[in-house]
């Protein structure tokens, strides 16, 4: 028996969405009257089917304040319609829905009616809908005049390569606006470059958790976590990566070495194999072969 699905899990708070798709229809996306599919390209085939093993990727989206998600079983495009000529035929159109969507702003109930209107549904219907709505905590807030002034004094240290009072700049505009993930990101940068590792990681232990979609920073979470010997943590925040994006040859290298210096040689070994695959001459992984085979 095979199986289609969507399987996804929402962060109301950060308004990041979690999902996989194994050959379901289409999500759809509505935002500003406009209807699109939020996926663009087959990602997995349907439950029970043969050869179908391999590592597991989980799609990413962040949604932006007032959109709205369909998703729905393929009753929504399998509708009987009938031509001009008073023929009957299946709907081959999978944008149709889209269209459908929009003329009905979103709304389920006229969704449907409009679907009936189109043609007669031939399939088992299901409809659900998510609108994102984070209230207005979380919606952008204006910066204070101080805070973009301190911004552009950081800018200019920047330009004259004085690291060290750009830091102290945005170090007092965060005081005044702690909630500013930009600056938080900024500093963090900053911190990173000058190899400040410690006060980097402090600020990365929440911001990562605050900006779930924000792979980037995540990644140099996981190496900053590495240098001051939380090889955990790293660990931790690597894996979310290769969750993402499986098959980084440079990331598989940085999950190895991280068994590695946890003991744990035969999944270091692995990691390894895999980042080789992909990437022959990787010197991380090459470098890692062999240490497991010096120490065996």
Not at 139 to 151: G, N, Y
Request: negative net charge; glycine residues 6%; proline residues 4%.
């Amino acid at each position: 028996m095979l199986v289609s699905m969507v399987l996804g899990v929402l962060d109301e708070q950060a308004g990041i969405l979690y999902y996989i798709n194994a050959e379901h229809p289409w999500s759809v996306l509505y935002r500003d009257g406009k209807a699109s599919f939020l996926e663009e390209s087959l990602q997995y085939r349907k439950l029970g089917t043969p050869g179908m093993e391999g590592s597991l990727s989980v799609k990413i989206f962040r949604l932006q304040p007032d959109d709205v998600l369909l998703i729905g079983s393929d009753g929504r495009d399998d509708l009987e319609i009938q031509t001009k000529s008073g023929e009957k035929m299946m709907n081959e159109d999978e944008s149709l829905f889209l269209k459908v969507v929009e003329s009905s702003d979103g709304d389920l109930p006229d969704i449907l009616s409009s679907l009936e209107e189109k043609g007669r549904i031939t399939d088992d219907l299901s409809l659900l809908r998510i609108e994102y709505d984070p209230g207005k905590s979380t919606r952008k807030s204006k910066v204070s005049k101080e805070v973009q002034t301190l911004s552009l004094k950081a800018k200019d240290f920047l330009k004259n390569k004085n690291n060290p009072e750009a830091i102290l700049a945005i170090e007092e505009a965060l005081k005044l606006s702690p909630e500013n993930q930009t600056l938080k990101r900024d500093l963090i940068r900053l911190y990173y470059r000058n190899s400040d590792h410690q006060k980097a990681c402090l600020l990365l232990d929440s911001y990562v958790e605050e900006n779930p979609g924000d792979t980037d920073m995540i990644y140099i979470a996981s190496f900053c976590f590495k240098k001051i010997g939380n090889f955990n943590r790293s660990l931790e925040l690597a894996e979310r990566i290769q969750l993402r994006n499986p098959g980084i040859p440079a990331n598989l290298a940085h999950i190895a070495d991280l068994h590695y210096r946890l003991g744990r040689s035969e999944k270091a070994a692995n990691y390894a194999k895999l980042s080789l695959e992909l990437e022959p001459e990787n010197e991380k992984a090459t470098e890692i072969f062999k240490k497991i085979s010096g120490s065996i």
